[in-house]
Protein backbone atom coordinates (compact mmCIF):
# COMPACT_ATOMS: atom_id res chain seq x y z
CA UNK A 1 0.00 0.00 0.00
CA UNK A 2 1.49 3.24 -1.00
CA UNK A 3 0.59 6.80 0.40
CA UNK A 4 -1.67 8.00 -2.80
CA UNK A 5 -3.60 4.80 -1.87
CA UNK A 6 -3.66 5.11 1.53
CA UNK A 7 -7.22 4.95 3.18
CA UNK A 8 -8.14 8.44 5.02
CA UNK A 9 -9.09 6.70 8.67
CA UNK A 10 -5.76 5.26 8.53
CA UNK A 11 -4.19 8.40 7.90
CA UNK A 12 -6.63 10.18 10.32
CA UNK A 13 -5.62 7.16 13.15
CA UNK A 14 -1.62 7.74 12.31
CA UNK A 15 -2.50 11.45 12.83
CA UNK A 16 -3.92 10.99 16.22
CA UNK A 17 -1.53 8.23 17.34
CA UNK A 18 2.00 9.68 15.99
CA UNK A 19 1.51 13.81 15.49
CA UNK A 20 1.69 16.53 17.63
CA UNK A 21 0.10 19.64 16.06
CA UNK A 22 1.40 22.66 17.01
CA UNK A 23 -1.35 25.51 18.25
CA UNK A 24 -4.05 22.47 18.88
CA UNK A 25 -5.62 21.00 22.16
CA UNK A 26 -3.70 18.05 22.23
CA UNK A 27 -5.93 15.87 24.53
CA UNK A 28 -9.06 16.52 22.56
CA UNK A 29 -7.28 15.65 18.80
CA UNK A 30 -5.87 13.02 19.99
CA UNK A 31 -9.33 11.31 21.69
CA UNK A 32 -10.37 12.18 18.20
CA UNK A 33 -12.96 15.03 19.56
CA UNK A 34 -11.38 17.71 17.07
CA UNK A 35 -11.65 18.08 13.32
CA UNK A 36 -8.45 16.85 11.49
CA UNK A 37 -8.10 17.64 7.95
CA UNK A 38 -5.29 16.15 5.28
CA UNK A 39 -4.61 18.67 2.85
CA UNK A 40 -3.63 17.04 -0.56
CA UNK A 41 -2.85 19.68 -3.20
CA UNK A 42 -3.39 23.24 -4.01
CA UNK A 43 -4.03 25.67 -6.54
CA UNK A 44 -4.05 29.27 -6.94
CA UNK A 45 -6.13 30.69 -3.91
CA UNK A 46 -7.91 27.22 -2.80
CA UNK A 47 -6.37 23.93 -1.05
CA UNK A 48 -7.94 20.40 -1.31
CA UNK A 49 -8.17 17.68 1.17
CA UNK A 50 -7.93 14.16 1.00
CA UNK A 51 -11.58 14.16 1.48
CA UNK A 52 -11.88 16.13 -2.17
CA UNK A 53 -13.17 19.09 -0.80
CA UNK A 54 -11.84 22.54 -2.53
CA UNK A 55 -11.69 25.33 -0.36
CA UNK A 56 -10.99 28.87 -1.12
CA UNK A 57 -7.78 29.60 1.33
CA UNK A 58 -9.06 33.20 2.94
CA UNK A 59 -6.00 32.97 4.81
CA UNK A 60 -2.87 31.78 2.66
CA UNK A 61 -2.02 29.44 5.13
CA UNK A 62 -0.60 31.24 7.96
CA UNK A 63 -0.39 34.43 5.81
CA UNK A 64 2.40 32.86 3.81
CA UNK A 65 1.51 31.66 0.52
CA UNK A 66 1.39 34.65 -1.50
CA UNK A 67 1.91 33.87 -4.66
CA UNK A 68 -0.48 30.80 -4.47
CA UNK A 69 -0.53 27.18 -4.74
CA UNK A 70 0.81 25.10 -7.27
CA UNK A 71 3.16 27.43 -8.91
CA UNK A 72 5.19 25.10 -10.85
CA UNK A 73 7.95 27.99 -11.68
CA UNK A 74 8.86 27.41 -7.71
CA UNK A 75 8.55 24.06 -7.64
CA UNK A 76 11.11 23.34 -9.93
CA UNK A 77 13.30 25.99 -8.94
CA UNK A 78 13.50 24.05 -5.90
CA UNK A 79 13.91 20.10 -8.14
CA UNK A 80 16.43 22.26 -9.88
CA UNK A 81 18.63 23.35 -6.67
CA UNK A 82 17.99 19.67 -5.62
CA UNK A 83 19.79 17.87 -8.19
CA UNK A 84 22.67 20.54 -8.10
CA UNK A 85 23.43 20.56 -4.35
CA UNK A 86 20.58 19.68 -1.79
CA UNK A 87 22.91 21.70 0.72
CA UNK A 88 26.17 23.08 2.35
CA UNK A 89 26.60 25.32 4.97
CA UNK A 90 27.13 29.02 4.88
CA UNK A 91 29.91 29.09 7.97
CA UNK A 92 32.97 30.47 7.41
CA UNK A 93 32.14 32.32 3.75
CA UNK A 94 30.71 29.58 2.39
CA UNK A 95 27.87 30.26 -0.26
CA UNK A 96 26.00 29.07 -2.76
CA UNK A 97 24.96 31.24 -6.21
CA UNK A 98 21.00 30.25 -4.54
CA UNK A 99 22.22 32.12 -1.15
CA UNK A 100 24.13 34.99 -2.86
CA UNK A 101 21.38 35.63 -5.44
CA UNK A 102 18.62 36.23 -2.96
CA UNK A 103 20.42 38.15 -0.26
CA UNK A 104 20.91 40.70 -3.42
CA UNK A 105 17.57 40.73 -4.52
CA UNK A 106 16.36 40.97 -0.75
CA UNK A 107 18.23 44.09 -0.44
CA UNK A 108 17.28 45.09 -3.29
CA UNK A 109 13.84 45.53 -2.18
CA UNK A 110 14.20 46.70 1.08
CA UNK A 111 14.67 50.32 2.53
CA UNK A 112 17.90 52.15 0.96
CA UNK A 113 19.82 51.73 4.41
CA UNK A 114 19.56 48.08 4.55
CA UNK A 115 23.33 46.13 4.62
CA UNK A 116 23.09 42.60 4.83
CA UNK A 117 21.09 39.32 5.12
CA UNK A 118 21.40 36.17 7.88
CA UNK A 119 19.00 33.82 6.66
CA UNK A 120 17.41 31.36 8.92
CA UNK A 121 14.40 28.70 9.03
CA UNK A 122 11.84 30.71 10.46
CA UNK A 123 10.69 33.76 11.77
CA UNK A 124 10.75 32.66 15.24
CA UNK A 125 14.81 31.85 14.64
CA UNK A 126 15.33 35.06 13.15
CA UNK A 127 14.11 37.19 16.07
CA UNK A 128 15.94 35.03 18.01
CA UNK A 129 18.66 36.25 15.76
CA UNK A 130 18.08 40.10 15.88
CA UNK A 131 17.97 39.73 19.75
CA UNK A 132 21.22 38.07 19.43
CA UNK A 133 22.87 41.15 17.46
CA UNK A 134 21.18 43.99 19.62
CA UNK A 135 22.99 42.26 22.66
CA UNK A 136 26.11 41.96 20.85
CA UNK A 137 25.87 44.96 19.02
CA UNK A 138 25.43 46.97 23.18
CA UNK A 139 28.52 44.81 24.56
CA UNK A 140 30.77 45.97 21.52
CA UNK A 141 29.60 49.26 22.04
CA UNK A 142 30.98 49.25 25.50
CA UNK A 143 26.86 49.39 27.43
CA UNK A 144 26.53 45.89 28.68
CA UNK A 145 23.12 47.21 30.72
CA UNK A 146 21.76 47.72 27.47
CA UNK A 147 19.53 45.00 27.12
CA UNK A 148 15.85 45.17 27.45
CA UNK A 149 13.71 45.06 24.51
CA UNK A 150 10.49 46.34 24.45
CA UNK A 151 7.63 44.76 22.71
CA UNK A 152 3.80 45.72 22.56
CA UNK A 153 1.08 43.71 23.87
CA UNK A 154 -0.53 42.04 21.19
CA UNK A 155 2.24 41.95 19.28
CA UNK A 156 3.31 38.47 17.74
CA UNK A 157 7.48 37.71 17.11
CA UNK A 158 7.57 34.02 17.87
CA UNK A 159 6.81 30.53 19.86
CA UNK A 160 10.50 30.35 21.25
CA UNK A 161 11.57 31.64 24.41
CA UNK A 162 12.74 34.72 23.69
CA UNK A 163 10.28 35.36 20.73
CA UNK A 164 7.57 33.92 22.67
CA UNK A 165 8.33 36.26 25.54
CA UNK A 166 8.37 38.80 23.13
CA UNK A 167 4.73 37.85 22.19
CA UNK A 168 2.33 40.07 23.62
CA UNK A 169 -0.43 37.26 23.90
CA UNK A 170 -1.02 35.05 27.19
CA UNK A 171 -1.49 31.86 25.43
CA UNK A 172 2.00 31.76 24.80
CA UNK A 173 3.44 32.69 27.90
CA UNK A 174 0.69 30.58 29.81
CA UNK A 175 2.11 27.36 31.82
CA UNK A 176 5.82 28.01 29.73
CA UNK A 177 7.37 30.49 32.86
CA UNK A 178 7.25 33.22 29.81
CA UNK A 179 8.12 36.22 29.48
CA UNK A 180 11.77 35.56 30.18
CA UNK A 181 13.77 38.60 32.12
CA UNK A 182 14.52 41.65 30.26
CA UNK A 183 11.42 41.80 27.81
CA UNK A 184 8.77 44.56 29.19
CA UNK A 185 5.66 45.25 26.97
CA UNK A 186 4.34 48.50 26.51
CA UNK A 187 0.41 49.48 24.93
CA UNK A 188 -0.66 47.61 21.83
CA UNK A 189 -1.64 50.24 18.80
CA UNK A 190 -5.09 49.18 18.91
CA UNK A 191 -7.51 52.39 18.44
CA UNK A 192 -10.32 50.05 18.43
CA UNK A 193 -9.80 48.62 22.24
CA UNK A 194 -8.29 51.68 23.73
CA UNK A 195 -9.46 51.78 27.49
CA UNK A 196 -10.98 55.60 27.00
CA UNK A 197 -13.54 55.81 23.92
CA UNK A 198 -13.76 59.09 24.36
CA UNK A 199 -10.36 59.66 23.08
CA UNK A 200 -9.94 60.53 19.34
CA UNK A 201 -7.08 58.77 17.22
CA UNK A 202 -4.89 61.38 17.87
CA UNK A 203 -5.23 61.46 21.10
CA UNK A 204 -4.43 57.40 21.39
CA UNK A 205 -1.26 58.08 19.40
CA UNK A 206 0.12 60.49 22.13
CA UNK A 207 -0.84 58.27 24.90
CA UNK A 208 0.92 55.40 22.84
CA UNK A 209 3.71 57.77 22.60
CA UNK A 210 3.18 58.72 26.25
CA UNK A 211 3.02 55.45 27.93
CA UNK A 212 6.25 54.59 25.70
CA UNK A 213 8.26 57.35 27.20
CA UNK A 214 6.80 56.61 31.08
CA UNK A 215 8.16 53.02 30.74
CA UNK A 216 11.42 54.21 29.31
CA UNK A 217 12.36 56.54 32.05
CA UNK A 218 10.87 53.78 34.59
CA UNK A 219 13.13 51.11 33.42
CA UNK A 220 15.97 53.55 32.68
CA UNK A 221 17.02 53.94 29.21
CA UNK A 222 20.46 53.48 29.60
CA UNK A 223 18.74 49.50 29.91
CA UNK A 224 17.23 49.12 27.41
CA UNK A 225 18.62 48.13 24.18
CA UNK A 226 15.63 47.61 21.51
CA UNK A 227 11.61 48.05 20.55
CA UNK A 228 10.28 45.37 18.26
CA UNK A 229 6.86 45.72 16.47
CA UNK A 230 4.97 44.86 13.61
CA UNK A 231 4.50 47.40 10.82
CA UNK A 232 1.04 46.52 11.54
CA UNK A 233 -0.60 44.24 14.19
CA UNK A 234 -0.92 40.34 12.80
CA UNK A 235 -1.98 37.14 14.99
CA UNK A 236 -2.72 40.30 17.65
CA UNK A 237 -6.21 41.12 15.62
CA UNK A 238 -4.92 42.00 12.16
CA UNK A 239 -4.88 45.84 13.25
CA UNK A 240 -2.94 48.54 11.08
CA UNK A 241 -1.71 51.27 13.21
CA UNK A 242 -3.40 54.47 13.94
CA UNK A 243 -2.60 57.43 11.55
CA UNK A 244 1.09 59.15 13.00
CA UNK A 245 1.60 56.29 15.48
CA UNK A 246 4.93 55.51 13.81
CA UNK A 247 5.69 58.95 13.07
CA UNK A 248 5.25 59.55 17.11
CA UNK A 249 7.13 56.12 18.18
CA UNK A 250 10.56 56.76 15.40
CA UNK A 251 11.56 59.77 17.72
CA UNK A 252 11.10 58.56 20.78
CA UNK A 253 13.38 56.13 20.25
CA UNK A 254 15.80 58.24 18.54
CA UNK A 255 16.26 60.12 21.19
CA UNK A 256 17.07 57.06 23.70
CA UNK A 257 19.46 55.24 21.35
CA UNK A 258 16.78 51.95 20.99
CA UNK A 259 17.31 49.97 18.25
CA UNK A 260 13.93 49.63 16.28
CA UNK A 261 13.64 45.61 14.80
CA UNK A 262 10.48 45.68 12.44
CA UNK A 263 8.73 42.73 12.46
CA UNK A 264 7.82 42.06 9.20
CA UNK A 265 7.23 38.28 9.03
CA UNK A 266 3.63 38.95 8.11
CA UNK A 267 3.82 41.90 6.17
CA UNK A 268 7.36 41.87 4.09
CA UNK A 269 6.99 41.53 0.68
CA UNK A 270 3.92 42.89 -0.32
CA UNK A 271 0.56 41.81 1.95
CA UNK A 272 0.00 45.86 2.72
CA UNK A 273 0.16 46.82 -0.90
CA UNK A 274 3.62 47.70 -0.43
CA UNK A 275 6.97 45.51 -0.77
CA UNK A 276 7.91 45.93 2.71
CA UNK A 277 5.80 47.58 5.68
CA UNK A 278 8.65 49.75 6.68
CA UNK A 279 8.30 51.76 3.73
CA UNK A 280 4.53 51.67 4.14
CA UNK A 281 4.76 53.24 7.08
CA UNK A 282 7.80 55.25 6.51
CA UNK A 283 9.87 53.49 9.59
CA UNK A 284 13.23 53.07 9.62
CA UNK A 285 14.36 50.20 11.01
CA UNK A 286 18.07 49.01 12.31
CA UNK A 287 16.53 45.21 11.95
CA UNK A 288 13.89 43.63 9.56
CA UNK A 289 12.31 40.09 10.58
CA UNK A 290 11.56 38.49 7.35
CA UNK A 291 9.94 34.89 6.58
CA UNK A 292 6.63 33.80 5.11
CA UNK A 293 6.84 35.66 2.28
CA UNK A 294 10.15 35.30 1.32
CA UNK A 295 9.46 31.81 0.16
CA UNK A 296 5.73 31.66 -0.30
CA UNK A 297 6.45 28.94 2.20
CA UNK A 298 7.07 26.52 -0.60
CA UNK A 299 10.84 25.75 1.39
CA UNK A 300 11.24 27.28 5.01
CA UNK A 301 13.58 30.15 4.90
CA UNK A 302 14.09 33.86 7.26
CA UNK A 303 15.92 36.23 7.50
CA UNK A 304 17.59 39.15 9.38
CA UNK A 305 17.97 42.35 7.33
CA UNK A 306 20.63 44.41 9.43
CA UNK A 307 21.29 48.56 8.82
CA UNK A 308 24.58 49.72 7.66
CA UNK A 309 24.55 50.87 11.12
CA UNK A 310 24.19 48.00 13.14
CA UNK A 311 26.33 46.01 10.50
CA UNK A 312 29.48 48.81 10.96
CA UNK A 313 29.34 47.49 14.86
CA UNK A 314 29.16 44.07 14.38
CA UNK A 315 32.25 44.16 11.36
CA UNK A 316 34.08 46.20 14.55
CA UNK A 317 32.95 43.48 16.92
CA UNK A 318 34.71 40.64 14.54
CA UNK A 319 37.77 42.93 14.52
CA UNK A 320 38.20 43.08 18.22
CA UNK A 321 37.00 39.40 18.76
CA UNK A 322 36.99 37.32 15.90
CA UNK A 323 34.03 35.14 14.41
CA UNK A 324 30.88 35.83 15.70
CA UNK A 325 29.68 32.85 17.12
CA UNK A 326 26.07 32.62 15.93
CA UNK A 327 25.19 30.21 13.20
CA UNK A 328 22.37 27.73 12.43
CA UNK A 329 23.25 24.18 10.82
CA UNK A 330 20.91 24.81 7.89
CA UNK A 331 21.37 29.12 7.87
CA UNK A 332 21.15 29.87 4.13
CA UNK A 333 19.55 26.55 2.60
CA UNK A 334 20.32 26.52 -0.64
CA UNK A 335 16.92 25.01 -1.42
CA UNK A 336 15.06 27.16 0.47
CA UNK A 337 17.13 29.91 -1.05
CA UNK A 338 16.06 28.65 -4.54
CA UNK A 339 12.37 29.04 -3.99
CA UNK A 340 12.70 32.18 -2.58
CA UNK A 341 14.79 33.59 -5.36
CA UNK A 342 12.01 32.33 -7.79
CA UNK A 343 8.84 33.47 -5.41
CA UNK A 344 10.07 36.85 -5.62
CA UNK A 345 10.50 36.79 -9.45
CA UNK A 346 6.89 35.95 -9.28
CA UNK A 347 6.05 38.59 -7.14
CA UNK A 348 7.04 41.25 -9.41
CA UNK A 349 6.25 39.72 -12.94
CA UNK A 350 2.21 39.13 -10.71
CA UNK A 351 2.32 42.66 -9.47
CA UNK A 352 1.34 41.55 -6.19
CA UNK A 353 2.14 44.22 -4.23
CA UNK A 354 -0.09 46.31 -6.67
CA UNK A 355 -2.69 43.52 -6.24
CA UNK A 356 -2.72 43.38 -2.65
CA UNK A 357 -3.21 47.30 -2.61
CA UNK A 358 -6.46 47.19 -4.68
CA UNK A 359 -8.07 43.59 -4.26
CA UNK A 360 -7.56 44.29 -0.47
CA UNK A 361 -8.97 47.70 -0.84
CA UNK A 362 -12.22 46.48 -2.45
CA UNK A 363 -12.00 43.20 -0.09
CA UNK A 364 -12.22 45.88 2.67
CA UNK A 365 -15.12 48.34 1.06
CA UNK A 366 -17.29 45.36 0.07
CA UNK A 367 -16.63 43.48 3.89
CA UNK A 368 -17.68 47.29 5.17
CA UNK A 369 -20.79 47.46 2.83
CA UNK A 370 -22.06 44.08 3.30
CA UNK A 371 -21.52 44.00 7.11
CA UNK A 372 -20.10 47.06 8.13
CA UNK A 373 -23.55 48.14 9.72
CA UNK A 374 -24.30 45.09 11.83
CA UNK A 375 -25.42 45.74 15.50
CA UNK A 376 -22.90 42.54 16.18
CA UNK A 377 -19.71 44.41 13.75
CA UNK A 378 -18.00 46.29 16.09
CA UNK A 379 -14.84 46.66 13.53
CA UNK A 380 -14.12 46.19 10.03
CA UNK A 381 -10.51 47.46 9.49
CA UNK A 382 -7.63 46.27 7.02
CA UNK A 383 -4.65 47.48 5.13
CA UNK A 384 -3.88 45.51 1.75
CA UNK A 385 -4.49 41.76 2.17
CA UNK A 386 -4.78 41.94 5.79
CA UNK A 387 -8.08 42.11 7.14
CA UNK A 388 -10.05 41.98 10.01
CA UNK A 389 -14.04 41.99 10.76
CA UNK A 390 -14.55 42.38 15.37
CA UNK A 391 -17.60 40.75 16.26
CA UNK A 392 -19.28 42.09 19.70
CA UNK A 393 -22.17 41.84 21.68
CA UNK A 394 -23.20 45.33 21.44
CA UNK A 395 -21.93 47.64 19.17
CA UNK A 396 -23.39 50.94 20.91
CA UNK A 397 -21.78 50.13 23.77
CA UNK A 398 -18.49 48.45 22.95
CA UNK A 399 -19.04 45.42 24.93
CA UNK A 400 -17.33 41.99 23.68
CA UNK A 401 -18.80 38.47 23.95
CA UNK A 402 -17.94 36.35 26.87
CA UNK A 403 -15.47 34.44 25.40
CA UNK A 404 -16.62 30.96 26.54
CA UNK A 405 -18.88 31.29 23.60
CA UNK A 406 -16.44 30.86 20.91
CA UNK A 407 -18.20 33.28 18.80
CA UNK A 408 -15.38 33.84 16.45
CA UNK A 409 -14.70 30.66 16.24
CA UNK A 410 -18.36 29.47 15.51
CA UNK A 411 -18.38 31.69 12.21
CA UNK A 412 -14.95 30.69 10.98
CA UNK A 413 -16.39 27.25 11.51
CA UNK A 414 -19.24 28.34 9.71
CA UNK A 415 -17.64 29.57 7.38
CA UNK A 416 -15.54 26.33 6.34
CA UNK A 417 -18.54 24.21 6.06
CA UNK A 418 -19.20 27.15 3.17
CA UNK A 419 -15.85 26.26 1.65
CA UNK A 420 -14.05 28.85 2.79
CA UNK A 421 -11.28 29.50 5.20
CA UNK A 422 -10.65 32.11 7.88
CA UNK A 423 -8.96 32.18 11.20
CA UNK A 424 -10.21 33.00 14.49
CA UNK A 425 -7.55 35.33 16.16
CA UNK A 426 -6.84 34.58 19.61
CA UNK A 427 -8.41 36.83 22.70
CA UNK A 428 -11.33 38.64 20.82
CA UNK A 429 -14.13 37.28 18.20
CA UNK A 430 -12.26 38.14 15.32
CA UNK A 431 -12.27 36.80 12.01
CA UNK A 432 -9.19 37.03 10.35
CA UNK A 433 -8.65 37.41 6.48
CA UNK A 434 -5.37 37.30 4.84
CA UNK A 435 -5.59 35.49 1.61
CA UNK A 436 -2.72 34.77 -1.42
CA UNK A 437 -1.72 38.20 -2.48
CA UNK A 438 -3.28 36.53 -5.84
CA UNK A 439 -6.64 37.13 -5.12
CA UNK A 440 -9.19 38.27 -7.85
CA UNK A 441 -12.33 40.46 -7.12
CA UNK A 442 -14.48 37.49 -8.19
CA UNK A 443 -12.81 35.41 -5.07
CA UNK A 444 -13.07 38.17 -2.44
CA UNK A 445 -16.95 38.24 -3.31
CA UNK A 446 -16.99 35.02 -2.65
CA UNK A 447 -15.30 35.32 0.50
CA UNK A 448 -17.64 38.37 1.67
CA UNK A 449 -20.97 36.18 1.04
CA UNK A 450 -19.76 33.50 3.08
CA UNK A 451 -18.56 35.77 5.68
CA UNK A 452 -21.73 37.39 5.95
CA UNK A 453 -24.16 34.75 5.48
CA UNK A 454 -22.09 33.28 8.66
CA UNK A 455 -22.00 35.77 10.95
CA UNK A 456 -25.94 36.39 10.06
CA UNK A 457 -26.29 32.44 10.89
CA UNK A 458 -23.79 32.73 14.24
CA UNK A 459 -24.42 36.19 16.09
CA UNK A 460 -27.97 36.71 16.26
CA UNK A 461 -28.22 33.50 18.14
CA UNK A 462 -25.02 34.03 20.34
Not at 292 to 318: C, D, M
Not at 321 to 346: D, Q
Amino acid sequence: MTLETLPNDVLDRWDREAFMHPSTHLAQHARGESASRIVSGGEGVYIQDRDGNRLLDAFAGLYCVNVGYGRQEIVEAIADQARELAYYHAYAGHGTEASITLAKMVLDRAPDHMSKVYFGLSGSDANETNIKLVWYYNNILGRPRKKKIISRWRGYHGSGLMTGSLTGLQLFHAKFDLPLKNVIHTQMPYYYRRADTAMDEAAFVADCAAKLEALIEQEGADTIAAFIGEPALGTGGLVPPPAGYWDAIQPILEKHDILLIADEVVTGFGRLGSMFGSTHYAMRPDLITIAKGLTSAYAPLSGSIISERVWQVLEQGTDENGPIGHGWTYSAHPIGAAAGIANLKLVDEMSLPANAATTGSYLKETLQDAIGDHPHVGEVRGEGLLCAVELVEDRANRSFFDPAKKVGMAVVAKMLEQGVIARAMPEGDIIGLAPPLCLSKGEADQIVEVLRRSVLDVVDTA
